[in-house]
């Protein structure tokens, strides 16, 4: 998951967003999302979903299997 969690951090700096707009956007919280970018805990499938449709990705390209 450790690419998820580089993903994840880049698509969201890429968008100009701290963790706390992310988190208001997605309904995700944003102690979550800090732990997902920290490599603390992993997503669910439900989250991997929210973000690949928030950020118009695939769910490979999020998990690292696609560039």
Same mark, same amino acid.
């Given at each position: 998951?450790?690419?998820?969690?580089?993903?994840?951090?880049?698509?969201?700096?890429?968008?100009?967003?701290?963790? @706390?707009?992310?988190?208001?956007?997605?309904? #995700?919280?944003?102690? @979550?999302? @800090?732990?997902?970018?920290?490599?603390? +805990?992993?997503?669910?499938?439900?989250? +991997? #979903?929210?973000?690949?449709?928030?950020?118009?990705?695939?769910?490979?390209?999020?998990?690292?299997?696609?560039?």
């Amino acid at each position: 998951m450790s690419k998820f969690a580089e993903r994840l951090k880049e698509l969201r700096l890429e968008n100009n967003l701290t963790q @706390s707009k992310l988190a208001d956007a997605t309904g #995700i919280n944003q102690t @979550s999302i @800090s732990a997902y970018e920290l490599r603390k +805990i992993r997503p669910t499938d439900e989250v +991997i #979903i929210t973000l690949c449709k928030f950020f118009k990705v695939s769910a490979d390209f999020l998990l690292g299997l696609e560039d």
